[in-house]
């Protein structure tokens, strides 16, 4: 952004699109700097999209949840289990799926689309509908006090 910005404005305006993660929402255990670090990256794209509207710049961050990845093949699959039964399409996201959604978040087919307007952030996984917390049964609810 510090490099983009200032083209950005020099040619009349563009999008911004950045790649938080699901636990830029959710607290997961054993992972506070990944959940700071993508938090800061929420909140960077937030305040860049209210300081730069006005001169035609969008901004929008991605917060995706579990990807078909390396990493992810490397998880318990009781916990890709876990994540597949909670989410309602049952199954977890392509990477060609985020990569969509990025395109479209920086083409002007979302030209009303920017941070803090509602959504505030795009999300792409399986947090409850209702609650924002992570599936049952994997390892963040196992550990998640009920209020």
């Known amino acids: 952004m510090r490099y983009g910005i200032p083209l950005m404005l020099k040619n009349g305006g ?9 636990a830029a929402m959710v607290a997961f255990p054993n992972m506070a700097a990944y959940c700071a670090a993508k938090g800061g990256v929420k909140q960077l794209t937030k305040t ?8 035609g710049i969008r901004a929008n961050a991605i917060c995706p949840g579990t990807i078909n ?7 318990p699959p009781a916990y890709i289990k876990a994540i597949i039964d909670a ?10 799926e985020v990569a969509h959604l990025a395109v479209f978040l920086a083409s002007d087919e979302s030209s009303f689309i920017t941070a803090p307007r509602s959504p505030s952030t795009w999300v792409h996984g399986p947090l409850s509908p209702r609650t924002g917390d992570p599936p ?3 390892a963040a609810s196992a550990t998640r006090k009920s209020p």
């Open 14 to 22: 563009g999008s911004i699109v950045n790649t938080a993660s699901m």
């Open 48 to 55: 860049a999209a209210v300081e730069y509207a006005s001169k």
């Open 69 to 75: 990845t390396a990493i992810t093949a490397a998880l």
């Open 87 to 96: 989410n309602p399409v049952k199954r977890i996201a392509e990477p060609v």
């Open 136 to 138: 049952p049964g994997s």
